[in-house]
């Protein structure tokens, strides 16, 4: 270690490697069967459950459930991965506190809701690193489809529609497949290269290839994928990020937080990363938080969350809050940046404070400094070179039904799609979907 | 995926999986759920003779015995056969059985025990196409007291009668249900068997109180304040159907009678121990009322997968277990095991000293710092430590190999079996040369 937390500037080495090992592992080390056991036995096998209701991709909880209280949790995978085959990542990412364990009737009882995310974990594991693939293909149909986005939605849309028998080509625009899963997750929630073995794992399913480097719009256009297979799949995302649209945004220091989060998960060496002393989150999604929280584990002395709205409207789950709270991240409500201070580099970000008349926000011309010298912006994420001839919703492609597109013959779900949150599950959701409608049409 | 589909004499099912005759299978409605759900069959709630049906109490029919959590162990009930009319019944048992041809369907019947009764009843019930009937000999409550359920149950005599008139009077499979409130479930089941029984199900319920209400002093459930017997099912009475479905399937008059297990069955592992005890299907009840018609799909995908991983049919399952079920005298006295505490699982609390060093053989010992360990001079490998264990696994028996050191004896462990029918103590001993 070279640095401390009070070194100024943006450092790295700020903390011992051992340190940063034990601040990235597992968020939630994964149940032992005992665990596993005892935490299955808390479920009551709800008749018509309003966890099942309240998971977007509809994965039969109490009945996995029951599958690892009785001893088969390899049953228990295959229940899961029959609505959800990253049901691995999901079990790790999901913010359950706000779907399945939000809705589980025990945590309406004792507000200790039966433990759904990693009870799914286990089972999903047990499968997983035995390195079984749960599913067959159907014998090959000769149709050809092309999927655009190596994120959840995609992967899940490719893997439905190989196990139909079609044969599938996934273009993604980064070097590795996985998409946010393996770009943008908080490396705490997903540890130790899951994102990709996950892939690998669902590619087993056979009938599918794989083209990384390839955008949409750069090296392959709709028209040419349009003409060259029987169907397509857009599920690229949102790869552009919102301006902040204050003075001084381009002074060094100031990132856009997606980055800050992809070259964590991306990095061989934790230590080599740097952190500003002085660290200021800009946003109130998951994005930041993940931001806020990782730059505190990275060694940041001080790291701030600005926020625009108060504690209720802000996007990030009251857990996720307590739990960037738990590491020392600092929140101010109800204030949005006017300027980046400083000279050549961010020194301070200039905010005011906010009020807000039920939609409309208006700056009460009360103003303070935050010294800061990094800056991340986490403000929303937007969709990147939408291919002519799509129609746009609420800057999204405007899909009807089971993701169709304005467009014949094309889909898209996940985030690049309208409609759903933006959340790895309701992408899976949208992705198995769409391809079941293109199956359809197909063999129809 | 293994193929669970089930030929249980001449009775086929798409798994071996029944509802047994209880309030779930009353009605069409209810069957027909079961049936979408995934059952492979089921037994109708018993129907009686014609006439004006039997009335049920108005109170409450059920009481419950809970583990911790509230997790339902036993359930009693006084409900008696069914209360609407056989004919109604019987329309639509037809009804069911012919939308579902490839589902069991067996006609649980209880009337009195005259022949005419019987002569009387068998025709309407062939007719509806069902696959087979259970004479329900096993009810311990109410239908008892007239002269039916529990009270033919106890008279082998009777059973063989009756069995006798049903093999007379009608075509197809007759299954006995046996009641467990007797002194030796053998006598029944091998009246049965001479009367010519194409199977024998069990356990009916337990006689049984599930708790008295300490203000008002009445039997639970209580009716105004009075109670009666009911009979006891559920999780908790399975070790007790599971002792007498073994007793029938070693028992040498009624060995190769087939056998359909009932008693608490839960989970497909509940069922595959039946099986394996020599049941060739298995009837649930508690379990479906406890949550649901649901639960047949674990039982299915648990059961499809045990055979998987065993690479066994469900035919090599049945009765696989019932060589090594065995009389004590047989056991061998020169199997030595020793209880093993595993100090990393260890979490200290001491269950295993208290119950060794209160109401066994002090063979545990402890340190000031809570460690926990075993005397292997004192252990005589009850198992205790073991099961008041909370940590699975923490403590587990290992056998002392032959030649080993047994500390307690102070002699090597003998290879050779023995058992008390040679045992010098014994006193009728027979000598092996002799």
């Known amino acids: 270690m070279t640095n401390s937390p009070r070194t100024p500037g943006i450092a790295a080495a700020r903390l011992e490697a051992e340190t940063l090992a034990q601040n990235f592992s597992d968020l939630h080390p994964p149940l032992d069967g005992h665990e596993a056991l005892v935490a299955a036995d808390r ?3 709800c008749h018509d459950a309003p966890c099942i209701t309240a998971c977007p991709t509809g994965i039969d909880i109490p009945l996995f459930i029951r599958q690892i209280a009785t001893g088969t949790p390899e049953a228990a995978a295959r229940t899961i991965f ?15 506190e706000t779907l399945c364990e939000e809705a589980c009737v025990r945590e309406a009882a004792e507000g200790k809701p039966v433990l759904i995310g990693q009870l799914q974990r286990y089972a999903t594991d047990t499968v997983m690193a035995a390195g079984v693939h749960p599913f067959e293909r159907a014998p090959e149909t000769g149709k050809r489809v092309a999927v655009v986005g190596a994120g959840p939605a995609g992967l899940a849309c490719a893997h439905r529609l190989a196990m139909h028998g079609h044969a599938v080509e996934i273009f993604d625009a980064r070097p590795k497949g996985g998409g946010l899963n393996e770009y943008g997750i908080a490396y705490y929630k997903t540890t130790d290269g899951f994102a990709e073995a996950e892939v690998e794992w669902l590619m087993k399913i056979g009938g599918i290839t794989m083209q990384n480097g390839k955008a949409l719009g750069r090296d392959i ?4 994928l349009r003409a060259e297979y029987d169907a397509v799949f857009l599920g690229m995302g949102l790869a552009g990020v919102n301006a902040l649209r204050a003075e001084g945004e381009d002074r060094d220091g100031v990132a856009d937080a997606v980055d800050f989060i992809a070259n964590l998960r991306q990095a061989d060496n934790l230590a080599a990363l740097p952190v500003g002393r002085k660290v200021v989150v800009i946003g109130g999604g998951m994005t930041a938080i993940d931001a806020a929280v990782q730059s505190k584990l990275l060694g940041a002395d001080e790291v701030t969350l600005v926020y625009r709205r108060d504690r209720a409207a802000m996007p990030a789950s009251a857990y996720e809050q307590d739990l960037a709270a738990s590491k020392g991240v600092r929140f101010i409500f109800n204030a949005m940046p006017l300027e980046v201070l400083g000279n050549g580099v961010a020194t301070a970000l200039r905010c005011e404070y906010t009020k807000s008349d039920g939609r409309s926000l208006t700056g009460t011309g009360e103003t303070f400094d935050l010294e800061a010298d990094q800056i991340l912006k986490a403000i929303g994420q937007t ?28 889909w898209a779900g996940g985030d690049c799609a309208s409609g759903g949150e933006d959340l790895t599950v309701t992408a899976v959701a949208e992705g198995r979907d769409a391809a079941e409608d293109i199956h359809a049409s197909l063999v129809g | 995926m293994a193929d669970l589909s089930s030929d249980f004499i001449g009775i086929s099912s798409p798994n071996p999986f029944w509802l047994a005759s209880a309030p779930p299978t009353d009605k069409e409605y209810n069957v027909r759920r079961a049936f979408e759900a995934g059952w492979g069959g089921v037994v109708w709630k018993t129907l009686g003779a014609e006439g004006l049906p039997v009335v049920n109490v108005n109170g409450p ?12 162990l036993g359930l009693n009930n006084i409900e008696l056969i069914t209360d609407r009319d056989l004919y109604t019944n019987l329309e639509e048992i037809k009804r069911v059985k012919a939308d579902y041809p490839d589902r069991a369907m067996i006609v649980s019947i209880m009337v009195p025990c005259e022949e005419a009764a019987w002569k009387a009843i068998l025709p309407l019930v062939e007719d509806t196409g069902a696959d ?32 006798r008139w049903c093999k007379q009077y009608y075509s197809r499979p007759v299954i006995v249900k ?13 009246a049965a068997h001479r009367g010519g029984a194409d199977a024998v199900s069990l356990i009916n319920t337990i006689n049984s109180i599930t708790s008295v209400n300490l203000d008002t002093m009445s039997p639970e459930p209580s009716i105004g304040g009075k109670g009666s017997h009911g009979g006891y099912c559920g999780p908790a ?27 608490g069955v839960t989970t497909w592992r509940d069922a595959a121990e039946f099986m394996a005890l020599g049941a060739g299907n298995v009837q649930v009840c508690t379990a479906a009322m406890t949550y649901g018609f649901k639960i047949v799909e674990e039982m299915m995908s648990g059961l499809s997968q045990y055979l998987d991983e065993k690479g066994m049919s469900l035919d090599d399952l049945v009765g696989r277990a019932v060589p090594n079920v065995t009389d004590w005298q047989y056991l061998d006295l020169n199997y030595v095991t020793k209880a093993r505490i595993d100090q990393d699982a260890c979490i200290k609390c001491g269950r295993c000293y208290a119950a060794c060093e209160d109401t066994s053989h002090q063979a545990i010992s402890m340190s000031e710092d809570r460690v926990f360990e075993v005397i292997d001079a004192e252990c005589v490998a009850c198992n205790l430590c073991v099961n008041v264990c909370p940590v699975e696994d923490c403590i587990t028996m290992e056998e002392l190999a032959p030649g080993a050191m047994d500390e307690r004896t102070g002699k090597p462990v003998s290879p050779e079996y023995a058992n008390w029918t040679t045992h010098p103590n014994n006193p009728g001993a027979v000598k092996a040369a002799e």
């Open chain 1, 43 to 45: 479920c009551y096998f």
């Open chain 1, 82 to 96: 029959e609505q959800n085959i990253l049901g691995g990542m999901c079990a790790r990412v999901c913010p359950t």
């Open chain 1, 221 to 224: 256009t709709l028209e040419g």
């Open chain 1, 383 to 410: 969709l990147d070179g939408t291919p002519d001839g799509l129609a746009i919703e609420g800057g999204k492609i405007a899909v009807t039904g089971a993701g169709c597109t304005s467009v014949d013959g094309v």
């Open chain 2, 61 to 72: 029919r059920y009481g419950a015995i809970y583990g911790a959590d509230r997790r339902l």
């Open chain 2, 132 to 163: 087979g009937i259970e004479l329900n000999f096993g009810c311990p409550h109410g239908m008892s007291e007239r002269g039916m359920g529990a009270a033919v149950g106890q008279v082998p005599e009777y059973i063989e009668m009756v069995t």
């Open chain 2, 178 to 190: 046996l009641t467990p409130n007797i002194a030796d479930i053998r006598k029944p089941a091998e």
């Open chain 2, 237 to 263: 009475v399975k070790p007790i159907a599971m002792s007498m479905v073994s007793e029938i399937a070693r028992n040498a008059e009624t060995r190769g009678l087939p056998i359909s297990g009932i008693g």
